[in-house]
């Protein structure tokens, strides 16, 4: 009796045991990855906030606070704010383009609905940079915009070199990652909730504000998320459309590593960065728990 | 008080509504019953705005319907899978019809309060859907269909996702409140049971045709197509030529059947399987002699399947209670001339 008790838990802790292994050889490869590329070298770049600038690039292991004062500094929180803003406003226009889009891809018949979806992830299909070059040559100066609108008798514009094509760039290339999550969501909802709502008197924008919008909330916050953290720490479309200044915290950060040679401080921005991120995760986790 | 006047609907090659015409009273409880495909959800959706008609007429009370979008007619449904709103309230699913109506909230309220009284919910007005069980669910949809007082109340298959005791209570539930709120009811359904027991009149429909309008009683003992000779209950049907004493089958003599056909008309003989008399043994008299191929005992009835020479199918008889009848015995079978129905072929 006591005997075979003793046995089976030893069975027990052999096969917990064996389950354990099971698990690591699964997790091992993915939390290797993570380890060796991602958290030994976010963990060596965040430590050097903490320390002072070598004098040609580097880190003089010497405990100092100052980083992080000079992050408070108006003219860095100046670019952090105007990046924030910049992403921001990327990421409604983002909205507003893509919600009518994503519905009306969800509506169209099954066939067309495939044909829609490859369109719009089909630019993900050209280099990044060419894409973001080939707007260059749209909108320079003697470029295809301009001269078109020669012939009509206008211009030149200058459309280049500010925060609006920066905007423009921004919504350009994240665009699809509103319209798929948007999509989704909007494709999982039952057709028969706005047939309800309209049989019991709604009108077609009471129906919109009342059922629809509520119901694919989740894929409103994910779509926000999938353009703005993207957006907010981009630093080849605010230098190719942007005219080449430190406008976004990305450019800010790029410089200090490479051009200031001030890693530790560069490293203050870009824990900033995450951090504003992290925050901006845990609201969506927290909403999509509500939802 | 309904009236459709020739609804035609067509998807593609499909005929889904074939030249519909039918008159619902008003306060009736009637009921579309057909197999799944045969239409019945498009005449539905039709009513509640969802569809239009290639060419027909709807009118309610003398007016026009079908040129109301959904959302303006005085028409509600209630979904086969309830559509309940999943992130409102039971009392704000039931009040988002009232709300639209811009009534005062004082008034949403205390109907509100009411019709969930009526359905017995007062205590779940503030769990959202996902935390009702099925019966409850169905509960709210007809309380959010019914809170508006509608002219013409629609039900799209409303007992099919419950379970059979669910069903049973539900069913006598709704024709009490059919009778309480005296609102015109159209339930779709393809179970032909419960077309049987709640409606006052049923239209029978087949491959986007009304086959035949008729009360429970009068559909099951005198169907007058062959679809509703094999659709509505279990029938043993016989083909052959209308003769002066029944029909003049093909291969089986003449069988006994009332009917007002000109001789000669090709037609179908029905014979309800409780009509059927059996009696073992001897060289008895009898329509028709055969070997019993198997019988079934269900508790109040007994199914015996009789094997008939030159029949394909095997006879179907129902009798009372347990019969002392066993596979392999040789019967005679016999039915009244006004049990058997001639039905034009």
Redesign the interface.
């Known amino acids: 009796m006591t005997r075979s008790t003793v046995s089976g838990a030893a069975a027990a802790s052999r096969s917990r045991r064996s389950r354990a292994l099971g698990r690591l050889v699964f997790l091992g490869p993915g939390l290797t990855y993570l380890i060796v590329l991602l958290l030994i070298p976010l963990a060596l770049v965040l430590s050097y906030t903490l320390f002072r600038r070598g004098r040609f690039g580097g880190v003089v292991y010497e405990a100092t606070g100052e980083n992080f004062t000079r992050l408070f500094d108006p003219l860095y929180l100046d670019v952090i704010l105007g990046s924030l803003r910049l992403a921001t406003i990327a990421t409604v226009i983002a909205l507003l383009v893509g919600y009518p889009t994503a519905y009306l891809i969800a509506m169209l018949p099954r066939k067309w609905k495939t044909v829609a979806l490859v369109a719009i992830v089909l630019p993900f299909w050209t280099n990044f940079l060419v894409r973001i070059y080939a707007w260059i040559v749209l909108l320079s100066g003697p470029g295809l915009v301009n001269s078109t609108l020669g012939e009509l008798g206008l211009g030149p514009f200058e459309f280049l070199y500010n925060q609006g094509t920066i905007v423009t760039g921004l919504v350009y290339s994240y665009l699809p990652l509103m319209v798929l999550p948007l999509y989704a969501a909007i494709e999982k909802l ?1 057709p ?2 706005r ?10 924008a ?1 129906t919109f504000v ?2 629809t919008l ?2 694919t909330l989740p894929g409103v916050v994910t779509g926000c998320l999938f353009v703005f953290v993207p957006s907010f720490g981009n630093f080849i479309i605010p230098e190719l459309l942007g005219g080449g200044r430190s406008i976004m915290v990305g450019n800010l950060i790029r410089d200090q590593f490479l051009k200031a040679r001030d890693w530790p401080f560069g490293s203050t921005l870009a824990l900033a960065l995450i951090a504003v991120l992290v925050v901006l995760l845990l609201l969506q986790a927290w909403s999509a728990r509500r ?1 | 008080m309904l009236q459709i006047t020739g609804v035609s609907r067509r998807f593609g090659d499909v005929t889904a509504l074939a030249d519909v015409s039918l008159e619902i009273r008003q306060g009736e409880f009637f009921a579309l019953l057909g197999p799944s495909g045969c239409g019945k959800t498009t005449l539905l959706r039709i009513l509640a705005g969802f569809e239009s008609p290639d060419s027909g007429a709807v009118t309610l009370d003398g007016e026009d319907l079908l040129g109301r979008p959904a959302h303006r007619r005085p028409v509600n449904l209630m979904f086969q899978s309830y559509a309940l709103f999943p992130h409102m309230t039971v009392a704000r699913n039931v009040a988002y019809g009232l709300e639209r109506e811009k009534l005062p909230k004082a008034e949403v309220r205390s109907r509100v309060a009411e019709v969930l009284e009526k359905v017995g919910l007062s205590a779940m007005a503030g769990r959202r859907p996902q935390q009702l069980s099925g019966g409850q669910r169905q509960r709210v949809a007809l309380a959010r269909a019914i809170v508006k007082r509608p002219r013409l109340l629609l039900l799209d298959e409303p007992l099919s996702a419950l379970d059979k005791k669910v069903r049973a209570e539900m069913q006598l539930e709704l024709k009490r409140l059919q009778h309480e709120v005296g609102i015109t009811f159209v339930v779709v359904t393809h179970d032909q049971e419960e077309a049987m027991s709640l409606a006052d009149r049923i239209a029978v429909f087949s491959a986007g045709r009304v086959e035949q309008v008729d009360a429970p009683v009068a559909l099951y003992e005198r169907p007058r197509t062959p679809f509703v000779a094999g659709f509505v209950g279990a029938n043993n049907i016989f083909s052959g030529r209308a003769c002066s004493v029944g029909l003049a089958s093909d291969g089986l003599g003449v069988l006994p059947g009332s009917s007002d056909l000109p001789d000669g008309t090709p037609a179908l003989l029905a014979v309800r399987p409780e009509r059927l008399r059996l009696d073992g043994g001897r060289d008895g008299e009898g329509v028709l002699k055969g070997e019993v191929a198997d019988v079934s005992f269900y508790g109040g009835v007994s199914h015996v399947s009789v094997a008939v020479p030159g029949r394909a199918e095997p006879v179907l008889a129902a009798t009372q209670g347990a019969t002392p009848i066993r596979a392999g015995a040789q019967v005679n079978l016999s039915w009244a001339a006004g049990d058997g129905v001639l039905v034009p072929q």
């Open positions: 039952d028969q909730l047939e309800a709502s309209a049989n019991l008197g709604a009108r077609p009471r009342s059922v509520p119901l939802a």
